[in-house]
């Protein structure tokens, strides 16, 4: 089961994306990309090279949209923080896409891995 270093809390890796590898563990500072839902272009690109994308789930996009924005930023993964009650889940490149909006990035795969977290 992959963890976040100092958190007792667990993540479940997304459905989309490469998988984690636990033998080679990804070490890195995490940065919270602008917007924090990261549901449109990331404006701190800077901040956000090799580092670990912290976002909030929900606003206007699905979570394979945050991680295409991540990534596209140059994070080397992001974490989804599960803001709402219940437990983390796989996140599906369809889910959590609110009505009557489009995924963006539909049918392409980020190239970072995507984890959610339990707040």
Do not use: Y
């Not at 963890?3 to 080679?24: C, H, M, Y």
């Not at 500072?29 to 701190?44: H, V, Y």
Request: hydrophobic share 45%; aromatic share 6%; charged share 20%.
């Amino acid at each position: 089961q992959p963890t976040v270093e100092g958190s007792k809390a667990p993540i479940v890796q997304a459905a989309f994306g490469p998988r984690l590898d636990l033998r080679n563990p990804i070490s890195a500072a995490l940065a919270f990309p602008q917007p924090d839902s990261a549901c449109r272009k990331i404006t701190n690109v800077d901040e956000m090279k090799g580092k670990v994308a912290l976002v909030w789930r929900g606003d206007s996009c699905g979570f394979l949209d945050k991680a295409m924005h991540c990534a596209e930023a140059g994070a080397v993964a992001v974490i989804v923080m599960n803001s709402e009650t219940g437990d983390a889940f796989e996140m599906r490149a369809d889910g959590d896409i609110p009505e009557g909006q489009n995924a963006t990035f539909q049918g392409m795969e980020p190239s970072i891995p995507a984890v959610m977290l339990e707040a």
